[in-house]
């Protein structure tokens, strides 16, 4: 069983940054793929990025690349997604998920544990 908490969301003027923070509960959080998603108000949930137990591998969705990076400390049970150069089309609720087994995945249904979420909002 793990449990996530996100933090770091906010409100930002396009072109910012912001540091979003997920703490995960139990020891076994080092053997878990973690992925940040997304979702907008009357929009599906979308994969933003997703980073393997060793941190290793990492998978960016298109519309992020370049901007965001995903980074893990597994001696402090904590995934990080720095965002830059925020966009309004940024502007949504973002939760953290972890997943057994060794694959990144991409899909929110390939995900077993989910965090409350965090709202990130971008003013043009």
């Known amino acids: 069983q793990v449990q996530l908490v996100e933090s770091g969301g906010g409100l930002v003027q396009a072109g910012g940054s912001l540091r979003l923070s997920c703490a995960a509960s139990g020891r076994t959080f080092s053997t878990y793929t973690m992925g940040w998603f997304r979702q907008a108000p009357g929009k599906e949930r979308e994969f933003v990025v997703g980073i393997s137990w060793s941190g290793g591998t990492t998978y960016y969705a298109d519309s992020v690349k370049g901007r965001f990076t995903i980074s893990r400390d597994n001696a402090k049970n904590t995934v990080y997604l720095q965002m830059n150069s925020l966009k309004p089309e940024d502007t949504a609720v973002y939760y953290c998920?972890?997943?057994?087994?060794?694959?990144?995945?991409?899909?929110?249904?390939?995900?077993?544990?989910w965090g409350q979420g965090t709202q990130v909002t971008v003013s043009s």
């Open positions: 998920a972890a997943r057994g087994g060794l694959r990144v995945g991409v899909s929110k249904d390939e995900y077993t544990y």
